[in-house]
Every structure is written in structure tokens, then in C-alpha cells.
């Protein structure tokens, strides 16, 4: 596989999870169906609240605030991160190429 080959499938690769993630994560901020918080009773008789909207509706209200906490982390700082490896690749392999070489 030749040199700029290898770069368009890294490249495609990282935008089409970058896109995934992204809607994944977008779901999780915006959902907002669903009846609200109510309690729940655990099989050892504890109570539970349960968050009750959106794609968190079936956890906990404390583990649905990280869950949502997580998404916004996954869209502000991860995915422009992961957008920022291909255009570093490229970077590397015109600062690594003689200006002699045959491209």
C-alpha cells in the first residue's frame, strides 16, 4: 500500500468515527424523552432515582449526569483531537520528505 494510499484510509477511517462519535454524542446531550425522574426499588429494597429522560432514562440520575458529562467532553475535546491526527500525519510526512524524493 503506497504512502498516500495508507493516508486517505487513515483519513477516512478517523473522519467516519469522528462523525459516529460525534452523533452519539450529540444524541445523548439533546435526548429529552421520557417521563422524568422517578424512584426505583432495587432487588435489595434500596431506592434508586432514576434520571428518567432521554437515551439515560433507564440510570441512575448521579451516573446519567456523567454519562452526559462524558458526551460533552467526547464532542469538545476528543473528536477535534481525533480530527487533529490525520492533519498532524500529514505535517510529519511533508517535514520527513526530502524535497529530492520522488513523490
Not at 10 to 20: D, E, G, K
Amino acid at each position: 500500500m503506497g504512502h498516500i494510499k495508507r493516508q486517505r484510509a487513515i483519513t477516512t477511517l478517523v473522519v467516519v468515527i469522528a462523525v459516529a462519535a460525534t452523533a452519539a454524542a450529540i444524541t445523548g446531550i439533546v435526548s429529552a424523552g421520557g417521563p422524568g425522574p422517578r424512584i426505583h426499588e432495587t432487588f435489595r429494597g434500596t431506592e434508586v432515582t432514576l434520571y428518567g429522560r432521554g437515551i439515560y432514562r433507564h440510570m441512575s440520575a448521579d451516573v446519567a449526569i456523567q454519562g452526559i458529562a462524558q458526551d460533552v467532553v467526547t464532542v469538545a475535546i476528543a473528536v477535534p483531537l481525533l480530527l487533529l491526527g490525520p492533519v498532524y500525519l500529514v505535517f510529519l510526512s511533508l517535514m520527513m520528505t526530502p524535497p529530492w524524493w520522488p513523490s
